[in-house]
């Protein structure tokens, strides 16, 4: 039994229910294969603030996110990075007697989810107290930078694969537009603020293959 698995039991009265699935903030309809507002999003544009919320720790000394997907729970750098970040498993997210399917830093801002063999699907990155996770702090993985605005992410990673804009969820309520990225590493799915520029949500994914094949 791995770290995961064994700090279970001792965080279960901190989390907050039942897992939710890999795809929770999945994939929007209305995609364009060109960003909206496309001006307004150049790079000679941005503005650099202080976007790093004042007393949480910083995550660039950490390792890089993207280096979970495709492995298991259970596997050595898969617990050493989960240590690093404060990975623990949520209540009620096992199946059978298996491993958990969704682990939380809410300190950090992270969040992973792993299929029903254990392997890591998917790494959400928290910006704005969604869900009750800090914003997340430091280099957001596939070379995106660490500014947490629409304009930085286009400077560092160039004009994304597809777009959509603004769009309301029945249940969920409004969101703003988002850019999706194919890169060597993951697929970088960026969701934005209603005011159209902040980060709002990261969410990394295993890449294409075709594009790991290209790279």
């Known amino acids: 039994m791995g770290f995961l698995e064994r700090r279970a039991d ?3 009265l ?23 507002n496309g001006s307004l999003h150049d790079p000679a ?26 492995r298991t729970v259970l596997q050595p750098r898969t617990q050493q990075i989960c240590r690093e970040y404060g990975l623990i498993p ?25 299929d029903t063999h254990g392997t890591v699907t998917t790494v959400f990155l928290h910006f704005h107290g969604d869900d009750g996770f800090t914003s997340y702090r430091g280099d957001i993985p596939g070379g995106a930078g ?18 959509g804009d603004p769009y ?4 969920l ?16 799915h960026a969701q934005y603020a209603l005011d159209g520029d902040n980060l709002h ?9 075709e594009v790991r094949r290209a790279a």
């Open 201 to 209: 949500r990261i969410t990394l994914t295993l890449p294409d293959p």
């Open 173 to 188: 309520g409004d969101y703003g537009p988002w850019d999706r990225w194919a890169l060597p590493a993951c697929t970088l």
């Open 90 to 114: 949520r209540a009620g997210a096992t199946v059978g007697f298996g491993p958990s399917r969704s682990y939380l830093a809410r300190d950090a801002g992270v969040e992973i989810a792993a």
């Open 146 to 163: 660490d500014v947490p605005r629409r304009a930085a992410l286009w400077a560092a990673l160039g004009r994304p694969g597809e777009s």
């Open 14 to 36: 901190n989390a907050d229910g039942a897992a939710r699935p890999p795809d929770r903030y999945g994939q929007k309809p209305g995609a364009r294969n060109h960003g909206s």
């Open 45 to 70: 544009r941005l503005r650099h603030t202080n976007a790093d919320p004042v007393g949480v720790p910083a995550t660039g000394d950490r390792p890089d996110l993207t280096e979970l997907l495709g």
């Open 168 to 171: 309301r969820e029945k249940f």
């Open 10 to 12: 001792r965080f279960r």
